[in-house]
């Protein structure tokens, strides 16, 4: 069974980047008929689609979140990664990486992050 | 964007009960890209239903989905006391995924 764990700073600055990586275990990044995404959740709200990416293709994007995301994989360590830049405080969430084929059917933990100065 | 509208916001019961809930999409799903999520507090969300009516692996028979195009139900046949929790509803037929704003399940 496929594991997933977010790892990153907790506390990020107004205006810096944020990037957070998500270690795969249990399974194969690169193994077809998946797609590897980054979601988050506002304090007490609902879910955010942030984008996803297949190990082999280009990634899609949030188009909210204007050109300030990028997502990536990066198969010899079998992670996926997530680069938010010029952050503001409503980046402050809880990120989740899932992994996605008919649905999202597995999830990390998710890690709490906090845009203050 | 596909919105989803879920209702209602919040759905009282009792254990043994029947929950119903809705999802309305802005536009049709195609393919009835459609699934359901629970979750708990301080939990990940759970993958319940993919494909508007296929149980995911391991998920009780009591959840069951339903609807095609822009109008899908999640019912609970009979409320275990497991499952009060938050649903969400999501669309993964269209980018950007769009996620429903969730209904809460608590006990009356």
């Known amino acids: 069974q496929v594991q997933l764990q977010e790892s990153g700073p907790g506390l990020v600055k107004p205006s810096q980047n944020l990037s957070l990586t998500c270690s795969v275990s249990g399974g194969s990044i690169s193994s077809g008929g998946h797609y590897w995404s980054w979601i988050r959740q506002h304090p007490g709200k609902g879910l955010e689609w942030i984008g996803h990416i297949f190990y082999s293709g280009s990634p899609y994007y949030n188009p909210s979140l204007r050109g300030r995301v990028n997502i990536s994989v990066d198969t010899s360590r079998n992670e996926l990664s997530l680069k938010l830049s010029s952050v503001t405080d409503a980046d402050t969430a809880l990120y989740y990486c899932?992994?996605?084929?008919?649905?999202?059917?597995?999830w990390g933990q998710g890690i709490p992050v906090t845009v203050s100065s | 964007d596909i919105v989803l509208t879920q209702s209602p916001g919040t759905l009282s019961l009792s254990p043994g009960e029947r929950a119903t809930l809705s999802c309305r999409a802005s536009q049709s799903v195609t393919r009835n890209y459609l699934a359901w999520y629970q979750q708990k507090p301080g939990q990940a969300p759970r993958l319940l239903i993919y494909g508007a009516s296929s149980r995911a692996t391991g998920i009780p028979d009591r959840f069951s989905g339903s609807g095609s195009g822009t109008d899908f139900t999640l019912t609970i046949s009979r409320l275990e006391p497991e499952d009060f929790a938050v649903y969400y509803c999501q669309q993964y037929a269209n980018s950007p995924i769009t996620f429903g704003h969730g209904t809460k399940v608590d006990t009356k």
């Open positions: 899932a992994r996605g084929a008919r649905g999202t059917d597995s």
